[in-house]
């Protein structure tokens, strides 16, 4: 008898961590499934890379790897939010693009360029 409640709390066990490994599976399968073409990295303070090269059409997306950011592409209305994607509907051309979000010491220096083709 001893021996079936043994049995029924291992299994029980082993299921909570199955649905934990299949929760977090989830989560990163349905993050992978809509990749954006370009994926701008933000850190507390910097973009991680100083240019993102980007066709018209093809779709940007800001993902935070530590503090809170936002991005701003200057002179247009396209702003990004943390693991949103967009499509990049702007002319050909060279943008800026900024952090919209005050997020401490280095702000003013996160910037990068855009580079629509
Ligand atoms: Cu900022």
Same mark, same amino acid.
């Given at each position: 008898?001893?021996?079936?409640?043994?049995?029924?709390?291992?299994?029980?066990?082993?299921?909570?961590?199955?649905?934990?490994?299949?929760?977090?599976?989830?989560?990163?399968?349905?993050?992978?499934?809509?990749?954006?073409?370009?994926?701008?990295?933000?850190?507390?303070?910097?973009?991680?890379?100083?240019?993102?090269?980007?066709?018209?059409?093809? *779709?940007?997306?800001?993902?935070?790897?530590?503090?809170?950011?936002?991005?701003?592409?200057?002179? *247009?209305?396209?702003?990004? *939010?943390?693991?949103?994607?967009?499509?990049?509907?702007?002319?050909?051309?060279?943008?800026? +693009?900024?952090?919209? +979000?005050?997020?401490?010491?280095?702000?003013?220096?996160?910037?990068?360029?855009?580079?629509?083709?």
């Amino acid at each position: 008898m001893k021996k079936w409640l043994l049995f029924a709390s291992v299994l029980c066990l082993v299921f909570v961590i199955a649905a934990c490994g299949s929760n977090n599976n989830g989560n990163s399968e349905a993050a992978s499934s809509t990749p954006a073409d370009v994926v701008i990295k933000a850190s507390s303070w910097e973009f991680d890379q100083p240019e993102y090269h980007i066709k018209k059409g093809q *779709t940007l997306e800001l993902e935070l790897i530590d503090g809170v950011h936002g991005v701003q592409v200057d002179k *247009t209305d396209l702003k990004l *939010t943390n693991n949103k994607a967009k499509t990049v509907n702007l002319d050909a051309g060279e943008y800026e +693009i900024n952090c919209n +979000i005050p997020c401490g010491g280095g702000h003013s220096k996160m910037s990068a360029k855009l580079i629509v083709e």
